[in-house]
C-alpha cells in the first residue's frame, strides 16, 4: 500500500537510526548526520530523555549541552527524527531566469558591467525612450589663458605663454605672443580647431591689420584675415583656422595627410603700414581713466573625430 500522508523528513524506512556515545566526555557531541535543531533528534544520558533547547542545543553536526557536562561512565545516546536539508553547489549555468524573482538583483549585488552591454535607447525619466540625441565628435578641448600654467588633456601636458605685456604690430610679420602651441591630436582626429581671442586696440587712429595661420613654417594662405577698426576701443577678437586630417595634404587649405607627431600652430600680425598700427593685450581706458592694465588672450585647441 502506497504511503499516506507528509513523506518521513528524515529519509529513513523504517525505525529512526541511533547513535551512540558511551563514554565520551565533556560539553558537547559530535554527530554523524547534520540536523537542523534540537528538536530533530532525541537525547537520552542514562536512558533519560533530556529536554530539547532547555538541556541542549544542537545545530549541523553539533550538540552542545545546557549545563551539564557529560561523563565517561555516563550512558548518552541519540534517536534521529530529522535531519537538516543537504546543500550542494549548483552547477554554473544551471540556473535559468525563470528561477530568478523580479526585482531579486538589487544595485548591491551587481559589481561591473561591460561597456558594450549598454545598448539600446536611454530612458526618460517617464518611462518614455530619448529620442534625437546627437552624439559629440569632440575627442579633446585644450582651453589655456596665456598665464604660464599647465594644462592637461589626453594627449598631453602642455604649458601656456605667460602674457605680460601689450604688443604693437609693425610692417613685418611678427608672431603674436601666446599663440604659439606645440600640438599632437588624439589618435582617431579628422579635424583640429586652432582659436585664439585677443584684445585688438587702436595705436594710431585707424589700424589695418593682417593676421597670418602657420602649420610648422607652413602659412595657410586660405585661412588669411584682415582686421580694420577705426578708434576702436579694446576690441576683442576671435581668430580661428581649421586643419582638416586625412586625404592627400594641401598647404594652402592646412589640410594634413596624416597628423602623429608635433606640430607648431601659431599666428603672425603684421600692420598694413606705418600709420596703422595696432596694440594687442592691453586695455585703453578704465574706470573713468587712461590704463595701463593687461588682457591676457586664450588659446583653445579643439580636436574633434
Not at 499516506?4 to 554523524?32: C, H, M, W, Y
Not at 547534520?34 to 528538536?39: E, I, K, L
Request: proline share 3%.
Amino acid at each position: 500500500m502506497a504511503y499516506i500522508g507528509n513523506q518521513n523528513p528524515t529519509g529513513f524506512v523504517g525505525r529512526p537510526p541511533k547513535e551512540d556515545f558511551t563514554g565520551t566526555t565533556g560539553g558537547t557531541l559530535a554527530l554523524s548526520n547534520a540536523v537542523g535543531s534540537a528538536h530533530d533528534i532525541e537525547l537520552f544520558i542514562n536512558h533519560v530523555r533530556q529536554e530539547p533547547e532547555t538541556s541542549y542545543q544542537a545545530a549541523g553536526t553539533t550538540v552542545t549541552f545546557q549545563g551539564y557536562t557529560v561523563a565517561a561512565t555516563d550512558d548518552v545516546y541519540v534517536v534521529y527524527k530529522g535531519l537538516a536539508q543537504l546543500t550542494s553547489t549548483v552547477a554554473d549555468g544551471s540556473i535559468g531566469t525563470a528561477k530568478i524573482g523580479n526585482g531579486a538583483v538589487t544595485d548591491a549585488k551587481i559589481d561591473t558591467m561591460a561597456a558594450s552591454k549598454l545598448t539600446g535607447a536611454l530612458p526618460a525619466i517617464d518611462g518614455s525612450n530619448l529620442t534625437g540625441l546627437g552624439g559629440s565628435n569632440i575627442k579633446e578641448k585644450l582651453v589655456m589663458l596665456c598665464d604660464g600654467q599647465n594644462y592637461t588633456v589626453s594627449s598631453g601636458t602642455y604649458t601656456s605663454t605667460n602674457v605680460t605685456t601689450h604688443q604693437t604690430m609693425g610692417t613685418t610679420s611678427t608672431d603674436i605672443t601666446g599663440s604659439s602651441i606645440s600640438y599632437t591630436p588624439p589618435t582617431g582626429t579628422t579635424m583640429v580647431i586652432y582659436e585664439f581671442v585677443f584684445s585688438h586696440n587702436f595705436h594710431d587712429t585707424d589700424t589695418v591689420t593682417q593676421i597670418r595661420s602657420f602649420i610648422d613654417s607652413d602659412e595657410v594662405t586660405s585661412q588669411r584675415q584682415s582686421i580694420q577698426c577705426y578708434g576702436a576701443f579694446n576690441v576683442e577678437y576671435h581668430h580661428t583656422f581649421l586643419i582638416p586630417i586625412g586625404g592627400t595634404a594641401d598647404t594652402a587649405t592646412g589640410r594634413q595627410a596624416t597628423w602623429t607627431s608635433a606640430k607648431t600652430l601659431k599666428i603672425q600680425g603684421r600692420t598694413y603700414n606705418s600709420n596703422y598700427q595696432a596694440r594687442f593685450h592691453d586695455l585703453k581706458n578704465w574706470d573713468g581713466a587712461g590704463s595701463t592694465l593687461k588682457r591676457k588672450p586664450q588659446l583653445i585647441i579643439t580636436a574633434l573625430g
